[in-house]
């Protein structure tokens, strides 16, 4: 079946501007997380859903980042007034059970860059 | 604070060698520790995992050591082949997240 798919691949927008992240996680997972890559570092742990309740934000970096998952299947991740730091590859995973020992599957990512 | 640390950001090694990867961490309460793979322009995918109460697991090709005193987990992979030339990342689970190293990029040459 398919995996996890992030749409668009690429963005690029101005300083300032609100961007919207896509997230379709695979068919049936329960579970969702949102990571940020930063160039050549590793993923960092952002939010986490289990069906559409959002369990753990503890890792959005400011009050710009917000991620929703209203019907427990696509999730958004929206981040408003971009800065340039903001800038990364944001990653989306799904895993099948609400477990964090579950396996976690990971989209190809949306590469963000702020001007 | 880094808990997670792959301290080489590149390793090159040999068609039919072994492969050896290092990770270092500071937090103890991981109970379980994992390897993704990452080829460029796709996201990371799973390859091996070792639970804090083991010292090694093995699967195929790749072997994963763990030395809780040390506070340092290995992956081996033997023989090397062209198709394993991608970023290696290691992960420590803990608290409900997952904490990523930097990522090792590994070059297998001809």
């Known amino acids: 079946g398919a995996g996890v798919s992030q749409s668009p691949r690429y963005k690029v927008a101005k300083r300032g501007q609100d961007v919207a992240l896509r997230c379709d996680p695979i068919?049936?997972?329960?579970?969702l997380f949102w990571y940020q890559q930063a160039l050549g570092q590793g993923p960092e742990f952002l939010t986490y859903?289990?069906?559409?309740?959002?369990?753990?934000k503890s890792g959005l970096p400011s009050d710009r980042f917000f991620a929703e998952r209203p019907e427990g299947s696509v999730s958004t991740l929206k981040i408003q007034r971009t800065q340039q730091e903001d800038s990364a590859v944001y990653l989306c995973?799904?895993?099948?059970?609400?477990?964090?020992?579950?396996?976690?599957?990971f989209g190809p990512g949306t590469r963000l860059t702020v001007l | 604070d880094q808990q997670v640390k792959q301290n080489s950001p590149s390793l090159s090694v040999q068609e039919g060698r072994i492969s050896i990867l290092n990770c270092d961490y500071t937090?103890?309460?991981?109970?379980?520790f994992l390897w993704y793979k990452k080829y460029p322009a796709e996201g990371p995918t799973f390859l091996i995992s070792?639970?804090?109460?083991?010292d090694k697991n093995e699967d195929g090709r790749f072997t994963v050591f763990l030395n809780k005193s040390a506070k340092h987990l290995s992956l081996h992979i033997v023989p090397s082949q062209p198709g394993d030339s991608a970023v290696y990342f290691c992960?420590?689970?803990?608290?409900?997240?997952?904490?990523f190293g930097q990522g090792t990029r590994l070059t297998i040459n001809p």
């Open positions: 992960a420590g689970r803990g608290a409900q997240k997952l904490v």
């Open positions: 859903f289990q069906n559409e309740a959002q369990l753990d």
């Open positions: 937090n103890s309460m991981f109970d379980y």
């Open positions: 068919s049936g997972h329960v579970s």
């Open positions: 070792i639970s804090s109460i083991k």
């Open positions: 995973a799904s895993s099948l059970m609400g477990q964090w020992r579950d396996t976690q599957y």
